[in-house]
């Protein structure tokens, strides 16, 4: 069953990944906006944008600046919907696996 389920994690994430891709780049190039408006480094940046994306937020960088907080925000959000591919790749295939196990899974949802 782990075989088969991350088979179907692998193929799926194969489907998305031109999103997931996406997703990624304007997480990364905000975080690096930001670090330029705020004075940090590339590194603390990218940190920065991945620990917000991840909705993590340990409080370590802030943006001060307006554009630092409204960039914050779209990485926010970005990282939000980048989670929520995850889950549903990994959904979809955990469904699959079941489906071939069980046969129709209606039977779960009376």
């Not at 389920?5 to 690096?32: A, E, K, N, Q, T």
């Not at 670090?35 to 991840?54: K, N, Q, S």
Request: no cysteine; net charge positive; hydrophobic share 55%.
């Amino acid at each position: 069953m782990p075989r088969r389920f991350l088979r179907g994690l692998i193929r799926g994430l194969l489907v998305v990944w031109p999103v997931m891709l996406y997703l990624l780049s304007v997480i990364f190039l905000l975080g690096i906006v930001v670090a330029l408006r705020e004075g940090w480094t590339t590194a603390d940046g990218m940190y920065f944008a991945m620990v917000t994306a991840l909705t993590v937020g340990y409080g370590d960088l802030t943006p001060k600046s307006l554009l630092g907080r409204l960039l914050a925000l779209i990485i926010g959000v970005h990282g939000i919907v980048f989670t929520g591919v995850i889950v549903a790749v990994a959904v979809s295939s955990l469904r699959g696996v079941l489906v071939s196990i069980h046969g129709n899974l209606d039977k779960f949802n009376e």
